[in-house]
Structures are given as C-alpha cells and as structure tokens.
Nanobody
Framework: QVQLVESGGGLVQAGGSLRLSCAAS????????MGWLRQAPGKEREFVAG????????YYADSVKGRFTFSRDNAKNTVYLQMNSLKPEDTAVYYC???????????????WGQGTQVTVSS
C-alpha cells in the first residue's frame, strides 16, 4: 500500500502562484508513475499532469501547459506541482495519485491522496 498526503493548497489571487506537495509512504516511491488531477465543484475530475518514475518525462493538460510544472524528488518521496499564473478556473480540489503505467492522460491510478483545496480569486 501507498499513502499519499498533499499539502500547499490555499487561497491566492489571480496571477499568483502556489506549490503543491505530495509526500508518499509505503511502497518504494521511485517505482510509481505519479499524477495530479483536480475536481471543481459540479464538474468531473480532470487530469492535470503526469510524471514518469524517473521524473525525466512529464505530460500536461492543455489547460495548464506552460503555467504548471510537475517535478519529483525520489530521495524525499515527494512530488511537487508548481502552479504559476493562476486563474479563477484553476479553483478545484487537487489530488495527488500514483501507480499503474505511465500512460497519460489517465484517471485510473491505484493510490490517491485526500486532496487539497486551491482557490483562485479574481
């Protein structure tokens, strides 16, 4: 089993930045492809970004490409989502997820965090 715990969410003005973190415990972290997904009120969960086990390859949804950066530190069992130029439409609960194969975009991860709220005010 793998436990994922997100942190770093909060309230920010449009144009601002936040960095989300997701700490993993349990199964060796470096064996897991990881992803970030988000769900806004009244909407379906949306894939945001994925990263390979090595961290050398990433994939982004068009809606965040050029603004968000997904990275990982396997030595610290942590992934990060740096979010810049935030927009009100980025408001959502952000979930860290892991496991399975690196085949983005995808929703069928094996392990999920509890989510962290990001609110972007206009």
């Amino acid at each position: 089993q793998v436990q994922l715990v997100e942190s770093g969410g909060g309230l920010v003005q449009a144009g601002g930045s936040l960095r989300l973190s997701c700490a993993a415990s349990g199964r060796p972290f470096s064996s897991l492809p990881m992803g970030w997904l988000r769900q806004a009120p009244g909407k379906e969960r949306e894939f945001v970004a994925g990263i390979r086990r090595s961290g050398y390859s990433t994939y982004y949804a068009d809606s965040v490409k050029g603004r968000f950066t997904f990275s990982r530190d396997n030595a610290k069992n942590t992934v990060y989502l740096q979010m810049n130029s935030l927009k009100p439409e980025d408001t959502a609960v952000y979930y860290c997820a892991g496991g399975g194969r690196y085949d983005p975009p995808r929703h069928d991860y094996d392990y999920w965090g509890q989510g962290t709220q990001v609110t972007v005010s206009s």
